[in-house]
């Protein structure tokens, strides 16, 4: 039913008539809000009428609620986004975003280097640093896009652009090249195609989505499953292709997945209406108005350039890689807490702190995992298929589960002992590779197919995502009105940075231990202390961030409200969390009086004028 409807004209998408209505946005949603409820109405209409008086609807059709049923949700889908769109969700997310990504950003990049060009473990960690800059960039990429339009458009044209880019760097890999230099330029070229792509389309749907606010998340939850679905398809593939040395073939494979979104966007799936001549020149009124978001987008892809540039060219010095990221990292906090809201500053520091802290030496651990018995005598010696499909299977089970488990148990806990928990269970997963590599699962009759399972996959992935998720939560109550967008590019620009960061201190941290495989010279014996280290010690150093970046109220709190005032953020808000009964304002710098929060508690006035209403 909705991809039928993707070749109705573009007058009569609903996609499109929302960009193009001369209606206000209140009234676009007033309209949309109407429109919900008569289709609401008439499913129940036709229901038998005993099921009707006792609030059941048949389960297809309906559901106990208006989005439960498959047809509803489909016809939902249609009538308030229009067929076009759901097409271009469906190649973004399913082709590109979920079926590329593990070829371009995983499991892919790691066994083309490994594999087929034969690099070190410590070399293949500075190239998958430079590789993946481009996520760490996104929000340079938004502000870029929003204030140079290309041929007339913000989003149409850069997406077409960026696929062009994405589908000659598959096209380049599978046609096989030795250099590690030039793999890693085509690697960056399809992170650049997913990472603007991701950016650009997630900005439209979401902007789409507020002028029909009772549809819930129904787009988000069509956008997650196709992402999630394709994902476990990739995984099924890449595994066994590459324990059959079908490395190359894998691209031949990925490539037309990253051309197809051209044509979806060319032919109008993607409702964006190309600008006037006189607006189709740079927008410097736009860049003036939002100067510290833009800064400081700015200073982050700097930041990330410079730390490509380390990466590839000084990998062997560790002085020069460890001195490089704690630079970058203190510039960008300092200009975090200067440019943002100081409570939105705060919150973003603590993820980016908890993101880099885990000091990642993945790259390692999989060549440990991954060695024969000539590099590590006894050791897992895992197939290709069972370290990326097995697990990749259950590594997405156990994500949807920690996802789950968050709603479940989490929803209505405080901030700062959610994160404790996510941080610690993240700790122990690491405990696991340390028992794997000393050999004590053996000792106590546990296969080391088991213990990698339920350590390093299942309970680092629940960790994880029980840990993205209130991260989101906290940036979205701490959201200033209006630049909603913006501030979700910066913050995945700096998580993904902080990752980053991660990778770089963990290349420095297996220079300093002297670990690496690299052909018959595997030398292994520190990467014992290095796990605890860098897996367990180190990201623990988060848990004191907490008291100092992260307020201390519930999830299901109110949430402050934000708004602009002469060029600066002014934040005032009402707080009711445990600890303060007062009603807070967040100091951000701007033109008004405001009440600003000291030390997470107590509040001191200053002739402030009333607090905004709430959002």
């Known amino acids: 039913m909705v991809l039928f409807a993707a070749l109705l004209p573009r007058a009569d998408d609903p996609g499109w008539k929302m960009i193009t209505s001369s209606l206000t946005r209140e009234q676009q949603i007033d309209e949309g809000d109407q429109q919900f409820e008569r289709r609401q109405d008439a499913y129940k209409y036709n229901e038998p009428a005993e099921l009707r008086a006792k609030g059941k609807y048949h389960p297809i059709r309906l559901g106990k609620k208006f989005t439960g049923g498959v047809r509803a949700y489909f016809t939902l889908l249609r009538e308030n986004f229009g067929g076009r769109f759901m097409v271009m969700l469906f190649s973004v997310y399913f082709g590109l975003k979920g079926f590329v990504t593990p070829f371009g950003a995983g499991a892919g990049l790691m066994f083309y280097f490994r594999n087929y060009i034969g690099v070190s473990a410590t070399d293949l960690q500075a190239f998958t640093v430079a590789s993946m800059a481009p996520w760490s960039m996104k929000a340079l990429f938004g502000a870029f896009a929003d204030a140079v339009p290309l041929f007339g458009f913000h989003k149409r044209s850069y997406i077409i652009a960026m696929s062009l880019a994405g589908g000659i760097g598959c096209f380049l890999l599978a046609l096989g090249t030795k250099s590690p230099k030039m793999a890693t330029a085509m690697f960056f070229l399809i992170n650049l195609q997913i990472s603007v792509t991701d950016l650009l389309t997630e900005g439209k749907y979401a902007e789409l989505m507020a002028f029909r606010p009772k549809t819930g998340g129904a787009i988000v939850s069509w956008v997650w499953n196709w992402y999630q679905f394709a994902g476990l398809v990739s995984i099924l593939v890449i595994g066994p292709m590459v324990d059959h040395g079908l490395v190359l073939a894998m691209f031949w494979i990925a490539m037309p997945f990253a051309f197809q979104v051209i044509f979806p966007t060319w032919f109008g799936c993607f409702p964006e209406i190309r600008q006037p001549t006189l607006k189709k020149w740079v927008k410097w009124d736009l860049i003036y108005e939002k100067w510290n978001f833009f800064l400081l987008a700015v200073l982050m892809g700097i930041g990330s350039i410079i730390l490509t540039i380390v990466n590839v060219e000084y990998s062997d010095n560790w002085h020069v890689i460890l001195g490089v990221a704690l630079s970058v990292s203190f510039v960008l906090c300092v200009a975090s807490m200067l440019l943002l809201p100081r409570m939105l500053g705060k919150a973003i520091i603590y993820l980016f702190s908890s993101s880099a802290l885990y000091v990642n030496i993945s790259s390692a651990l999989s060549y440990y995992y991954l060695a024969d018995n000539d590099c590590v005598e006894n050791g897992p010696n895992f197939s290709a298929t069972y370290f990326t499909t097995v697990v990749g299977v259950f590594g997405a089970i156990a994500g949807m589960a920690g996802v789950a488990l968050f709603y479940s148990v989490m929803n209505e806990w405080h901030f700062r002992p959610t994160f404790w928990v996510t941080i610690v269970l993240r700790c122990v997963a690491g405990i696991f590779d340390f028992v794997i590599v000393k050999r004590y699962n053996r000792d106590v009759g546990i296969s080391d197919h088991v213990a990698y399972m339920m350590g390093s996959n299942i309970i680092?992935?629940?960790?994880?995502?029980?840990?993205?998720?209130?991260?989101?939560?906290?940036?979205?109550?701490?959201?200033?009105?209006?630049?909603?967008?913006?501030?979700?590019?910066?913050?995945?620009?700096?998580?993904?940075?902080?990752?980053a960061i991660a990778q770089t201190l963990g290349l420095a941290m297996l220079e300093i231990f002297k670990v690496d495989f690299e052909g018959d010279n595997c030398s292994y014996g520190s990467l014992p202390l290095l796990i605890i280290l860098c897996n367990t010690l180190i990201p623990l150093l988060a848990i004191p961030l907490t008291f100092v970046l992260v307020p201390n109220m519930k999830l299901t709190d109110k949430s402050p409200s934000f708004k602009t005032k002469g060029g600066g953020y002014n934040a005032v808000a009402d707080y009711d969390g445990e600890d303060s009964e007062a009603e807070v304002g967040l100091l951000a710098g701007g033109g008004e009086e405001e009440i600003e929060l000291d030390d997470w508690g107590s509040t001191n006035r200053t002739n402030s004028d009333e607090l905004d209403s709430e959002i």
């Not at 995502?465 to 620009?493: H, N, Q």
């Open 460 to 499: 680092w992935q629940v960790a994880y995502m029980m840990e993205f998720m209130p991260g989101v939560v906290l940036i979205s109550k701490l959201c200033p009105e209006d630049v909603e967008a913006t501030v979700y590019a910066l913050l995945a620009g700096f998580s993904n940075f902080g990752g």
